[in-house]
């Protein structure tokens, strides 16, 4: 009896959990309408230092033809997320995730170095934990008005450290001084909307001038402002550098302070999502219903809409809002239509679009 033949197993680098989308790689005609937008390709003219080199190299890596080596890895580790060549595509390529999909592909199954190892456990340390970047004020403050910093740049003092270190403070912001934004705001006037503002990590402390002036924006408009204190990292940091599991868990922490700070907003969630076996803190992947997010993101332009009806000052405003790839679902449009709606706004036009993208497509 000759025995049946065996379905040849695709040879692929990577593994079955989340991996790039071959239905988006396919997507990228190679037009090249994404190079001269993208930074790392206008500064070294390298074709896979742009995004249309980087899903040629997700294709050849899921066709099993390259592999995870350093050459390859570094490509995408100098990717800077900023997004400019999704709104300079013409195909609609959802970049966003494709790279995070690699990225996350990129620390489960490639080696990192020691020292790239600390570096990283440094940055997620840091970086994801307000209340560590509260204490970094006061040095930070005292290395800027002593004097010290000015020394120390002139000095050439900073040519002895590694580049990281040389990168982190030249882009070290000059803090100005703190403005709170307290846990509600009250509308100025009528109530017309009611208004989740994520405070992020960075921005909170070394750039609160900007969370307080979009609160009292919003409160001249007509919108309760909940700021809830005890958010913590909403995710977006470790999951645009592949750290997924850590993504998640401070994307659920994120929702349950909103939820415990303005308990209407569980009206996203369908009622059986409480009871379901699925929606759990220590769940690997909350229930596709409870994407709360998608109700706001189909509501946005209205929001411009009323902005700039309201200030004509701030009508680019809108121009800087992709009005394609909003959420079209039944899901999504069930949600937008409930009788009083509590939208999630962000400080800036393209950071509530990237949070609104970010929670959709974690949850």
Not at 73 to 99: E, N, R
Not at 252 to 281: C, D, G, L, V, Y
Not at 327 to 345: D, G, M, Q
Request: hydrophobic content about 40%; some cysteine.
């Amino acid at each position: 009896m000759v025995d049946a033949p065996s379905t040849p197993v695709p040879v692929t680098a990577f593994d079955a959990h989340h991996p790039p989308s071959n239905e988006i790689i396919d997507k990228c005609v190679h037009c090249g309408f994404c190079l001269p937008v993208c930074p790392t390709y206008v500064l070294w003219g390298q074709e896979m230092d742009s995004p249309r080199g980087r899903i040629y190299l997700m294709k050849l890596a899921a066709e099993g033809v390259a592999t995870m080596t350093p050459q390859w890895v570094q490509h995408f580790d100098t990717c800077l997320g900023c997004m400019a060549c999704m709104t300079a595509c013409p195909s609609g390529v959802d970049y966003g995730k494709l790279i995070e999909a690699t990225r996350s592909q990129i620390e489960r199954n490639h080696p990192r170095s020691p020292f790239e190892k600390l570096y990283r456990r440094f940055l997620f340390a840091i970086f994801t934990r307000p209340d560590r970047l509260h204490l970094l004020r006061l040095p930070i403050l005292a290395y800027q008005k002593s004097g010290l910093q000015s020394l120390v740049r002139s000095s050439g003092l900073l040519s002895l450290f590694p580049m990281q270190v040389q990168t982190m403070e030249a882009l070290l912001p000059k803090l100005q001084a703190s403005e709170h934004v307290p846990g509600l705001t009250a509308a100025n006037g009528v109530k017309r909307r009611r208004v989740g503002l994520l405070l992020g990590c960075v921005q909170r402390e070394f750039f609160p001038q900007i969370n307080a002036a979009t609160a009292r924006v919003l409160a001249a408009e007509g919108c309760e402002v909940v700021a809830p204190q005890a958010q913590p990292c909403c995710g977006a940091l470790m999951v645009h550098a592949g750290e997924e599991e850590g993504a998640l868990a401070l994307a659920r922490k994120t929702i349950e302070a909103f939820e415990r700070a303005a308990p209407r907003a569980q009206k996203f969630f369908p009622p059986n999502a409480r009871t379901s076996p699925k929606f759990s803190p220590n769940s690997n992947r909350a229930p596709s219903g409870t994407r709360f997010a998608c109700a706001s993101h189909s509501r946005i332009p209205a929001i411009f809409s009323t902005l700039k009806a309201s200030a004509p000052s701030l009508a680019r405003c809108s121009q800087t809002f992709p009005a394609w790839n909003l959420p079209r679902s039944r899901k999504a449009r069930s949600a937008a239509a409930l009788p009083e709606s509590t939208i999630w706004s962000n400080r800036m036009p393209l950071a509530l679009w990237a949070n609104a993208k970010l929670a959709s497509s974690l949850l």
